[in-house]
């Protein structure tokens, strides 16, 4: 199936059906107007990104690093007194924002997506650094498996699990650019769904995978 550019890009694309976040994603805080909110948590995890690669390309002094902890051990007496259970967070849960508002895998950004595909690009920043500038060999199987599990979830599909993720390396997958990413259904039957996904820098294939997602029974966790 080719895919189609979709006007909405994260539209469609990980809607999770009766789980909560679809792609409308409104925030657990009471009140927002949810596209504004949205705009500000986004802001928010691009900042903590952002700090996440500033923090490992530096050399602080000592000051500089005790003034760190102790403004981060502020922000983090802040929020302590609003946990949340799972189902009420924000964090990665928002699937119409880029990344789902999350800090913890590269910045996805989708282009196109269908029932059975999907397009984007992907950005290892200098967080991700495994050395001389290539990308830590654990970060490429965890954006694998963002995509493709959030593909094997969308279009209304029950829920699934990684089984498996099977990922070989083929080339240095840089630091730094913007990297096209994909990810297809091989196929689906019964409750098994296979799925491949690449990583190409310009014609140069990195990475490719596949995974098995299957479908849990009512009631799985």
């Known amino acids: 199936m080719t895919s189609q550019p979709n006007p909405e890009p994260h539209k469609g694309f990980g809607d999770l059906g009766e789980r909560p976040w679809k792609a409308a994603g409104l925030p657990a805080h009471p009140g927002a107007d949810p596209a504004a909110y949205g705009r500000s948590w986004e802001t928010l995890a691009n900042a903590l990104s952002g700090f996440l690669d ?53 910045k996805l950004v989708v282009i196109r997506s269908d029932r059975d595909s999907v397009e984007g690009t992907v950005h290892f920043g200098s967080y991700f650094l495994g050395g001389n500038g290539a990308v830590h060999g654990g970060a490429i199987p965890l954006i694998f498996d963002e995509i493709l599990g959030r593909l094997a979830n969308s279009a209304d599909r029950p829920p699934s699990r990684t089984a498996y993720l099977h990922t070989d390396f083929r080339s240095i997958t840089p630091i730094g650019p913007d990297l096209s990413i994909r990810a297809w259904f091989v196929s689906e039957e019964g409750r098994k769904r296979i799925l491949r996904a690449t990583i190409h820098h310009g014609d140069t294939l990195c990475a490719e995978a596949e995974g098995l997602f299957v479908a849990l029974r009512p009631g799985q966790p």
Request: glycine share 8%; net charge neutral; aromatic share 4%.
């Open 54 to 106: 500033a923090l490992a390309e530096s050399v602080p002094g000592r000051e500089t690093v005790e003034a760190l902890a102790a403004d981060l051990t502020t922000w983090s007496d802040k929020l302590k007194p609003l946990a949340s259970p799972e189902r009420d967070r924000v964090f990665g849960r928002r699937t119409d924002l880029h990344g789902r508002g999350q800090s913890m895998s590269p």
